[in-house]
Nanobody, 127 residues
Framework: QVRLVASGGGSVQPGGSLRVSCAASAFTSSSYCMAWFRQNPGKEREGVAFIGSSGNANYADSVKGRFTISLDKGNADTTLYLQMNSLHLEDTAMYYC???????????????????WGRGTQVTVSS
């Protein structure tokens, strides 16, 4: 069972930066994917970015050039990061990290394709 713990959200003004983190424990395979999704009340969960254990990253069009997803593979745990720059008001959401363990392609931006989810961390962009 993979455990995901997200942290690092907060409030920032438009144009500012934040970094959110997700600590992942107990990956049983060296082949896995991790992702960030976000969601606002009454709306569907939206894929933001995902990355494979090999380091290949993909981004939603709405965040390309502003957000960077990265992995830090420690001895026991793996930490997923999302560096968010030039934040817009519409980036406000609860941000969730997700993981998928297995070979092949990452599940992409379909939330239903991801197996493990952490609790969210709130990011609020307001003036």
């Amino acid at each position: 069972q993979v455990r995901l713990v997200a942290s690092g959200g907060g409030s920032v003004q438009p144009g500012g930066s934040l970094r959110v983190s997700c600590a992942a424990s107990a990956f049983t395979s060296s082949s896995y994917c991790m992702a960030w999704f976000r969601q606002n009340p009454g709306k569907e969960r939206e894929g933001v970015a995902f990355i494979g254990s090999s380091g290949n990253a993909n981004y939603a069009d709405s965040v390309k050039g502003r957000f960077t997803i990265s992995l830090d593979k420690g001895n026991a745990d793996t930490t997923l990061y999302l560096q968010m720059n030039s934040l817009h008001l519409e980036d406000t959401a609860m941000y969730y990290c997700a993981a998928y363990v297995g070979r092949g392609y990452c599940p992409g931006f379909r939330a239903s394709g991801w197996t493990y989810w952490g609790r969210g961390t709130q990011v609020t962009v307001s003036s």
